[in-house]
């Protein structure tokens, strides 16, 4: 007690302040030299328009904040690891496309508790998962109008081409090939499409309706088994995208459309480079353009804004974030040679 009374003050405060200020200070400059990572989650590396949304984040990640992307190869508990990986080994926000978008739940949940901002896109979480917790967005585009561009396409076609009509018999006979069950783009692309029909006056007659789960071999197969059943009944095909379109394509051909059996009209949507390829030589009739890079750049600077403790607000995204915490990119009809040369 005596020694220490003894010293000067200033020396006191000194041993006694030194190490809270090397804390403060090691906190500050750790805290500051954090490197700054972002987790990007994918439910399934195979899926090609996927494929050109994560290929277009890599491009906006180039000196910038880095990202890692994973592969939940279609498993909910395989992504949900991932993600639990991404918080506890320090990222600073994480881009999902959920397997299951009900699923979007737990996801949340995870990242609210570690305080981890999360950007989802391409498969929406339902609303009231979106209100659980604030720092979480959402980057996608409006499938419904995906859904009536595609009709508005076709009704465009059937007016210009009476023969489409093969039987004569004033309807149109179709099929759809949908994507996978649940997902929102499935079964709004499908009921705008048949709307927007209805509303332009046509008649129709739904001969099929089946699932391809967004893949080329899917809609070669459900399209294949469609001709078995259905010959030469079917008079249009709309696939809920352009890889289920080119496997319906390649099923017609075996089947003798495009030669002896003429024309048959298939619409895709995404527009991506096969699809685009497919419009070119005139198989394909029309796509949808859905702007997968547009998508991705979103996605990222709402993400590296978050990382970076900024708030994303639309001046600093350079997209419109509509109520909240949600950016809505535009489709675009993409009409094939048939639509064009007129
Ligand atoms: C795309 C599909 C893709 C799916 C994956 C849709 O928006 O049009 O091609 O397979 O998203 O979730
Ligand atoms: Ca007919």
Redesign the pocket.
């Given at each position: 007690m005596a020694g220490q009374s003894a010293q000067p003050f200033s020396l006191l405060l000194m041993r006694k302040l030194l190490p809270v200020i090397l804390l403060v200070f090691l906190f500050v400059s750790c805290h500051s030299e954090k490197e700054l990572k972002i987790g990007v989650a994918v439910y399934d590396f195979q899926d090609s328009f996927i494929t050109e949304v994560r290929e277009a984040i890599m491009e906006c990640s180039e000196n910038d904040i880095p990202v890692t992307i994973v592969d939940a190869a279609g498993k909910q508990q395989t992504q949900n690891e991932q993600i639990e990986r991404f918080i506890n080994n320090g990222y600073s926000a994480i881009i999902v496309n959920s397997v299951d978008r009900t699923a979007s739940g737990v996801i949340i949940e995870k990242c609210r508790q570690s305080n981890v901002p999360l950007v989802f896109f391409n498969r929406e979480p339902v609303r009231d998962d979106m209100a659980k917790w604030d720092k979480v967005y959402y980057v996608g585009a409006r499938a419904e109008d995906s859904g009536r561009m595609a009709g508005e396409l076709m009704a465009e076609y059937w007016e210009l081409y009476p023969h489409a009509?093969?039987?004569?018999?004033?309807?149109?006979?179709f099929v759809v090939i949908k994507g996978e069950t649940g997902h929102q783009d499935t079964e709004l692309r499908t009921e705008y499409f048949i709307d927007t029909l209805l509303e332009k006056g046509l008649r129709l007659?739904k001969v099929h309706e089946d699932t391809g789960d967004w893949t080329r071999s899917g809609g070669y197969s459900v399209m294949t088994s469609m001709l078995l059943r259905s010959g030469d009944r079917i008079?249009a095909v709309f696939a809920n995208n352009d890889d289920m379109a080119l496997g319906a394509l390649e099923a017609l051909q075996e089947y003798g459309y495009f030669s002896t059996k003429g024309f048959m009209p298939v619409i895709g949507i995404d527009g991506t480079p096969v699809g685009q390829a497919a419009l070119d030589n005139g198989m394909l009739l029309a796509t949808v353009f859905n702007d997968a890079g547009n998508q991705a750049k979103a996605a990222y600077r709402i993400a590296a804004a978050l990382a970076e403790g900024r708030e994303p607000v639309s001046e600093a995204i350079g997209y419109d974030i509509v109520d909240g915490r949600y950016v809505w990119i535009p489709y675009r009809p993409m009409p094939g040679r048939l639509l064009q040369d007129r």
């Open positions: 009509d093969r039987n004569g018999d004033g309807a149109m006979q007659e008079e």
